[in-house]
């Protein structure tokens, strides 16, 4: 199940805690082309298999902020806390797509809390370092610090 601390002070204590890893995610055609709908990006790389098949990847690939947004769904399987009154997602302090992530690949987030800071009262601001890793490629899709802040 990951992390889960019940104050800021086990945040800061469990600094350097490997969070495991979240349950595969299955990058198909529809996944791709339904985030291209939401956020205008055609490119054909990401939804043209027909000439993706004769392009630099050989079949189409998820657009990177695909794979950095699918670090929100399965965040909470690597990091949770519990009694806070509210949580919000603060930024991305480090993103990098360092591989492609190819159409039928699957990806998992693993992570590590790398950083936890008390803020004033009695609230911690938090930063996991995610890694997207894609089912049998030694690259990952993506890297990202991902700052969030737990109010109790």
């Known amino acids: 199940m990951g992390l889960v601390f019940r104050s800021p002070s086990e945040a800061v204590a469990a600094v350097g805690t490997a969070l495991g890893a979240s349950p595969w995610i299955a990058i198909d055609q529809e996944r791709i082309d339904r985030f291209a709908k939401a956020t205008g990006d055609f490119q054909w790389i990401h939804v043209d298999p027909l000439r993706a098949k004769d392009g630099p990847f050989g079949r189409t ?13 399965v965040l909470p399987d690597l990091i949770r806390a519990e009694g806070m009154t509210m949580g919000i997602n603060y930024g991305a302090d480090r ?23 008390l803020l004033d009262g009695n609230a911690v601001q938090t930063t996991v370092r995610i890694t997207m890793e894609i089912e049998g490629q030694a690259k990952p ?6 700052v969030g802040r737990f109010y109790f």
Request: net charge positive.
């Open 61 to 73: 690939v998820a657009h990177g902020y695909l794979t950095f947004s699918l670090i929100n769904m």
């Open 95 to 117: 993103l990098r797509f360092p591989a492609p992530v190819p159409v039928g690949s699957r990806i998992r987030a693993v992570g590590e809390l790398v950083r936890a800071d």
């Open 141 to 146: 899709g993506c890297v990202a610090d991902i």
